[in-house]
């Protein structure tokens, strides 16, 4: 079965510093999702990437997806506060059906 | 356009109780999806509802666990009897079609935090 491992699993920056999170998977990614939690909320949808080399941002954010379809990147520039939280990696198989989520990388941006 | 709704958001139940999580899509969503997070794993997928139809529940732990989707639109997870490694943060989601979630996602609730003492 596929497996999402992400890293690091907790970070803590300075407010305006740069980060990067990352996602590895077991097996090709047919569609990599993106999510931010934060506490006692829902999971916010940031992005989704399906095709290899693929790059998509929003915002400050930008999430890449490698070549070979097996890594995606989380890249945060100039961190907030607000950017906190939660962030989550999840995998389907690109028809709809059930989501693998890597454990989460706990980002924590000290002002 | 209302969201993902989960009831109740907090849960508190001695073991061997019985317990019913809700969760209202939105409206006209076909897909309806329960996930859930123990402490210290990752979160992991229960069961998926394509209308009122079971399309795959290879996440249902055990027969403790009993979810429906009577007329496709809210669904019920029903754990009965609960145990103490029941406890654990379980999420909905749902999503319009098959095609939907390569743009949008898939929209999740903020949860039911169950915890079974």
């Known amino acids: 079965s596929q497996e999402l491992e992400q890293s690091p699993q907790s970070l803590i920056v300075q407010e305006g510093k740069n980060l990067t999170i990352n996602c590895t998977s077991s097996k090709t990614l047919y569609g990599l999702y993106w999510y931010k939690q934060k506490y006692g909320e829902g999971l916010i949808f940031l992005m989704m990437l399906q095709k290899g080399g693929e790059e998509k941002s929003h915002e400050k954010i930008t999430a890449k997806l490698d070549e070979k379809k097996q890594q995606s990147s989380l890249h945060i520039t100039a961190s907030q506060p607000s950017h906190a939280g939660i962030y989550l990696c999840g995998a389907d198989n690109n028809q709809g059906g059930k989501l693998i989520f890597g454990q989460g990388t706990e980002l924590s941006v000290k002002p | 356009e209302a969201g993902v709704t989960q009831f109740p958001s907090h849960s508190v139940i001695e073991k061997g109780q019985t317990v019913t999580l809700r969760c209202d899509p939105i409206?006209?969503?076909?897909?309806l999806y329960w996930y859930r997070r123990v402490m210290g794993k990752e979160i992991k997928f229960l069961l998926h509802f394509v209308k009122e139809s079971k399309q795959d529940e290879s996440g249902m732990p055990n027969n403790r666990f009993l979810a429906e989707r009577t007329g496709g639109t809210y669904s019920t997870l029903k754990v009965q009897p609960a145990e103490l490694e029941d406890s654990g943060v379980y999420f909905c989601?749902?999503?319009?079609?098959?095609?939907?979630?390569?743009?949008?996602?898939?929209?999740f609730g903020s949860g039911t935090r169950l915890t079974v003492v």
């Open positions: 409206s006209g969503h076909d897909n």
């Open positions: 989601a749902s999503s319009q079609d098959s095609r939907t979630p390569i743009t949008y996602g898939y929209t």
